[in-house]
Nanobody
Framework: QVQLVESGGGLVQPGGSLRLSCAAP????????MAWYRQAPGKQRELVAR???????NYADSVKGRFTISRDNGLNTAFLQMNSLKPEDTAVYYC??????????WGPGTQVTVSS
């Protein structure tokens, strides 16, 4: 059974940092590029960062230079280091493969709130 568990979210002031973690099943993690997505209230879910099996990364323009995605293939875990956070980064953050569709399985996500 597929199970994705995101963690590490919270309330942070503008300019602050958070590190998100995502534990994934080994069979999913080992053979897929992974990605972090986010969904703000009233908006569509968007992909913010992607990492290939080999470690190549891509970022949405809105987070480039502030967010860093990484993966630990031994732990089947993906990470998202978020620095210089802005109020517009407020959203529920999810991880999944980089080809995930809304109709696929998704974990519960982790809430990130950036506010003073």
């Amino acid at each position: 059974q597929v199970q994705l568990v995101e963690s590490g979210g919270g309330l942070v002031q503008p300019g602050g940092s958070l590190r998100l973690s995502c534990a994934a099943p080994g069979h999913m993690f080992r053979y897929n590029n992974m990605a972090w997505y986010r969904q703000a209230p009233g908006k569509q879910r968007e992909l913010v960062a992607r990492i290939s099996i080999g470690g190549n990364t891509n970022y949405a323009d809105s987070v480039k230079g502030r967010f860093t995605i990484s993966r630990d293939n031994g732990l089947n875990t993906a990470f998202l280091q978020m620095n210089s956070l802005k109020p517009e980064d407020t959203a529920v953050y999810y991880c999944n493969t980089d080809r995930a569709k809304m109709s696929d399985y998704w974990g519960p996500g982790t809430q990130v709130t950036v506010s003073s």
